[in-house]
Nanobody
Framework: QVQLVESGGGLVQAGGSLRLSCAAS????????MGWFRQAPGKEREFVAA????????RYADSVKGRFTISRDNAKNTVYLQMDSLKPDDTAVYYC???????????WGKGTLVTVSS
């Protein structure tokens, strides 16, 4: 079992930056792909970014490409999402996830709220 705890959300003005962190428990962290997903009010949850267990493969949603950066520190059992040039459309609850790949996530955190004001 892996537990994921997100932190770093908050209120930021458009154009600003935030860094989300996701701390994972358990010894299997370094064998898991990690990802970030988000759900805006009234919308379905959507993929944001994912990183392979080694960090050698990274994917981004088109909507965040060039603005967000995912990274991981296997020594700290932590994955990060650096979010720059934030837009009001980025407002959502951001969830950390872990699994075998970006398409097969089966551990989920409880989420952290990011609000971007215009």
């Amino acid at each position: 079992q892996v537990q994921l705890v997100e932190s770093g959300g908050g209120l930021v003005q458009a154009g600003g930056s935030l860094r989300l962190s996701c701390a994972a428990s358990g010894r299997t962290f370094r064998s898991l792909a990690m990802g970030w997903f988000r759900q805006a009010p009234g919308k379905e949850r959507e993929f944001v970014a994912a990183i392979s267990s080694s960090g050698g493969s990274i994917r981004y949603a088109d909507s965040v490409k060039g603005r967000f950066t995912i990274s991981r520190d296997n020594a700290k059992n932590t994955v990060y999402l650096q979010m720059d040039s934030l837009k009001p459309d980025d407002t959502a609850v951001y969830y950390c996830a872990a699994g075998s790949s970006a398409y097969d996530m089966y551990y989920w955190g409880k989420g952290t709220l990011v609000t971007v004001s215009s």
